[in-house]
């Protein structure tokens, strides 16, 4: 699994069809958005080491501007939005591959799954975007702060 994280002070994601917003799906004050890929291969294992370490990172400032707090911390929000494009490779021309997407009958559950043990972790409630659905996301990036975590390459 992969997660591109952003803090941010506010992060929204609508659905859309046609250019034309039909509803909002989720919404959140400070904290952070998290989209998310599943890749072919991915467990459940990869969803709780990945919720586990996104709750917590430490990338909110303390009272002395250090990035030293985590969510549970700093009691931020968290928006959850699939994003199967971060599994794109485009190392062979200029049109992205995206084979090493997991299938929505692999990514769906998954997804869910890490949304799941994200609430556990956090001890709230992680509104989503909606899968495989076309998504407006807005948000208002804080710092900018921005963290890619990969469960199978661990150092990135």
């Known amino acids: 699994m992969r997660a ?3 803090r941010v002070k506010s992060a929204s994601v609508d659905i859309a069809e046609d250019g034309k917003i039909l509803r909002r799906s989720g919404e959140i004050g400070v904290g952070l958005l998290v989209l998310l890929g599943v890749e072919n291969g991915d467990t459940e294992d990869d969803a709780k080491w990945l919720a586990n370490k996104i709750a917590q990172l430490r990338i909110f400032e303390d009272d002395e501007g250090k990035m030293n707090l985590s969510l549970k911390d ?3 929000e968290v928006l959850l939005v699939s994003q199967f494009t971060l599994y794109g ?3 062979k021309g200029s049109r992205p591959s ?3 997407s997991a299938p929505p009958a692999v ?4 997804y869910e799954k890490f949304g799941e043990l994200l609430e556990s972790e956090i001890g709230k409630k992680v509104p989503r975007g ?3 659905a076309m998504m407006d996301v807005s948000l208002v990036n804080d710092g900018p702060v921005t963290i890619i ?3 199978k390459n661990k150092d990135i």
Request: with cysteine; charged share 15%.
């Open 4 to 6: 591109v994280i952003q």
């Open 74 to 76: 700093c009691g931020g």
């Open 89 to 91: 490779n485009v190392r």
């Open 98 to 100: 995206f084979n090493r």
């Open 107 to 110: 990514s769906v559950p998954l």
């Open 130 to 132: 909606v899968f495989g």
């Open 149 to 151: 975590i990969d469960s």
